[in-house]
């Protein structure tokens, strides 16, 4: 079985910066991805950021230059460090973790970033 856990979500102001994290636990083997997703109120589930074991990164438009994603593979640990947040930015992030095995998802952490 595979636990991931988030923390980090909360409130802030715009402007404000706020880290994320997520631990995977349980019957992890290899993992070779993990990326962090967000789902406003009414909107589809968008990709935010990943990364991979090579440490290539991808992020979405909309947070380029403010976020900056970081994985521990050794450890099965991500990070979403999140700067000049914007209400546009409120949504429940998830954590996302892949290997050759199998995908996995968090529950969700709610951010939300007040005007």
């Known amino acids: 079985q595979v636990q991931l856990v988030e923390s980090g979500g909360g409130l802030v102001q715009a402007g404000g910066s706020l880290t994320l994290s997520c631990d995977a636990s349980?019957?992890?083997?290899?993992?070779?991805?993990m990326g962090w997703y967000r789902q406003a109120p009414g909107k589809q589930r968008e990709l935010v950021a990943t990364?991979?074991?090579?440490?290539?990164?991808n992020y979405a438009d909309s947070v380029k230059g403010r976020f900056t994603i970081s994985g521990d593979f050794a450890r099965n640990r991500v990070y979403l460090k999140m700067n000049s947040l914007q209400p546009e930015d409120t949504a429940v992030y998830y954590c996302?973790?892949?290997?050759?095995?199998?995908?996995?998802w968090g529950q969700g952490t709610q951010v939300t970033v007040s005007s």
């Open positions: 349980g019957s992890i083997m290899s993992l070779n991805f």
């Open positions: 996302n973790v892949q290997s050759r095995w199998g995908d996995y």
């Open positions: 990364v991979t074991l090579m440490r290539n990164t």
